[in-house]
């Protein structure tokens, strides 16, 4: 956003981004074009309401006229339309045509504002030209950078991935962090061991488990662990020093981060830096990664869709420097087709199913499905016969119906029904004592308050006490701490967990 943008400019900016994007360009933008140049300036924010709405508009076929008009408003004899046009081409997916006009203008300019503008937006689409001249030019010009420059450069040519399949072998010093939501440990504990010898607990911490590889092994392999929300590896361990530039570059490009990200790249190496929990620190992450590229120049800083990210998390005993790859959609999760507003969070799906645990010729209830979640992570774990889904929502039934096929689970009879959990018996199949798993997170009350959401759940523990047949289980998330009827539903386990912000009860109740 330009800087130093007059109150009026600001306001009709604001004014204009109300404007629908496509009325702006067929109505405002001619109007703009036949007006003066003292208009014109007056005008300017029209400029930025264009670029900055571009993307939200969804006009694939208006990009070129937009970036041609973008283009000839480079030409513009007043400095700020010029300044203006060349904030807005990033934003629309500028290229070479546009690299090398704002190159030329660069070369003509002697205006430092102007020459601020213009390597702002070349650190955005700069590519071979512009990397070419900081080559040659070095630091005579302000805001280019040879790291941003062949970062861009990387981006636009080959996308960056993270090898699944690829195993890693330096493991001697390795230590690997999986984040979970706090409560989950046990379990995220339960699911490694359960997993083999492949990768030893050095560590338990809440919300943070600790691993050291006993032999190579694959992302694929860590990926098959499904409770945990995040993994990374750990770098190392900050001193309490004054200044941390210099360690956290070390740490960036050292043999073991070089070595991980070799291992586990295809394409260039390109990650983002993050102090977790103190905001952005521009200036510092600035100086720390400009020293990484020092010491490694292979290793290229970048916001943008990079494949890594390296955090910095804070820790009593020194804060931790950990490398993440950033591999999205999960690839633990792909059958996740549609999503519903208040959706489970999957590796707290993935726990709860877990904690059913098995149980002979299955058959799974979610009362309140949403897309579906807890069914299809139950299901598979194995040994389930027939799922049933029900929720109000419509939507909801649609999502978990397209989740589910996208799960592929075809020797499995599914059903998802758009009903009230109390007509639960009116469900033709089902009826007292058919269920053996009524899996469930529940409406919370949070986002959408309840009018009474104890007596929702008093009428559910009474269905549940209906449809579970003996010793048939309930895992539910309990959000009030409200207890069933002692003569129905014995309370097996409970362990508080965070569920982001807020906490409740993850328990395991089982009929008598
Ligand atoms: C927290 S969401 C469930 C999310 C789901 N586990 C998932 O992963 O998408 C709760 C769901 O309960 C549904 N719901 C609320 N009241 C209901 C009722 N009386 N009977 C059935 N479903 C209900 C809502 O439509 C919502 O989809």
């Known amino acids: 956003m330009p800087k130093k943008e007059t109150r009026p400019s600001k306001d009709l900016y604001r004014e204009l981004r109300l404007v629908p994007w496509l009325r702006l360009w067929q109505e405002e933008v001619p109007r703009y074009l036949a007006s003066s140049p003292e208009e014109k ?106 790291q941003r420059a062949k970062a861009n450069l990387a981006r636009q040519q080959k996308p960056s991935t993270i090898r699944l399949t690829t195993p890693f072998s330096d493991i001697a010093l390795l230590r690997l962090h999986l984040r979970c939501r706090t409560g989950l440990e046990p379990i995220l504990s339960d699911e490694i061991k359960a997993l083999g010898t492949q990768f030893r607990i050095m560590e338990i911490r809440p919300g943070l488990l600790t691993l050291a590889p006993t032999s190579p092994f694959t992302l694929e392999q860590l990926y098959s662990l499904r409770t945990f929300s995040t993994a990374s590896f750990l770098l190392g361990t900050l001193p309490k020093s004054t200044s941390l530039i210099e360690p956290l570059a070390n740490l960036i490009a050292s043999p073991l981060s070089r070595s991980l990200f070799q291992t586990f790249t295809d394409g260039p190496i390109r990650y983002r830096f993050e102090f977790v929990a103190k905001g952005h620190q521009r200036g510092a992450v600035l100086q720390i990664v400009q020293r990484a590229y020092t010491l490694c120049p292979d290793l290229l ?43 489970s969070h999957p590796p707290l799906a993935a726990a709860m199913a877990r904690l059913a645990g098995p149980f002979p010729e299955e058959v799974v209830w979610d009362p309140f499905c949403g897309s579906a979640l807890e069914l299809i992570e139950r299901v598979r774990l194995t040994g389930v016969r027939r799922i049933l889904g029900t929720d109000l929502s419509p939507d909801a039934i649609q999502a978990a119906r397209a989740n589910w096929s996208a799960a592929h689970f075809p020797g499995i009879s599914a059903e998802f029904v758009p009903r009230d959990f109390r007509e639960f018996e009116k469900i033709t199949g089902f009826g007292p004592s058919s269920i053996s798993l ?31 047949r003996p010793g048939g289980r309930m895992v539910w998330i309990n959000p009030l701490k409200i207890k069933p009827p002692a003569s129905s539903l014995r309370l097996e386990f409970q362990q508080t967990v965070d569920l982001g912000g807020f906490t409740c009860r993850l328990e395991l109740l089982r009929k008598r």
């Open 301 to 343: 800083n970048d916001s943008r869709e990079a494949p890594w990210a390296i955090e910095v998390h804070p820790s009593p005993i020194g804060d931790f420097v950990e490398l993440r790859p950033r591999i999205s959609p999960d690839p633990r999760f792909p059958y996740r087709q549609q999503d519903v507003p208040a959706a």
């Open 438 to 468: 009524l899996i469930t997170n529940p409406p919370l009350g949070k986002r959408v308050p309840i009018p009474n959401l104890r007596g929702l759940f008093d009428e559910l523990f009474a269905v549940a006490a209906i449809a579970l």
């Open 41 to 146: 300036i007056q005008r300017v924010a029209l400029i930025r309401a264009i670029g900055a709405g571009f993307s939200e508009a969804d006009q694939p076929t208006l990009k070129e006229p937009v970036r041609q008009w973008l283009l000839s408003l480079l030409q513009d004899p007043a400095e700020k339309v010029r300044r203006y046009a060349m904030t807005a081409l990033p934003k629309i997916g500028a290229g070479r045509a546009e690299e090398r006009q704002l190159l030329t203008l660069l070369s003509k300019t002697s205006a430092d504002r102007e020459k601020k503008f213009l390597g702002k937006a070349l650190e955005k689409i700069g590519g071979h030209a512009t990397l070419d001249l900081i080559r040659t030019q070095g630091s005579s010009l302000p805001h280019l950078n040879e």
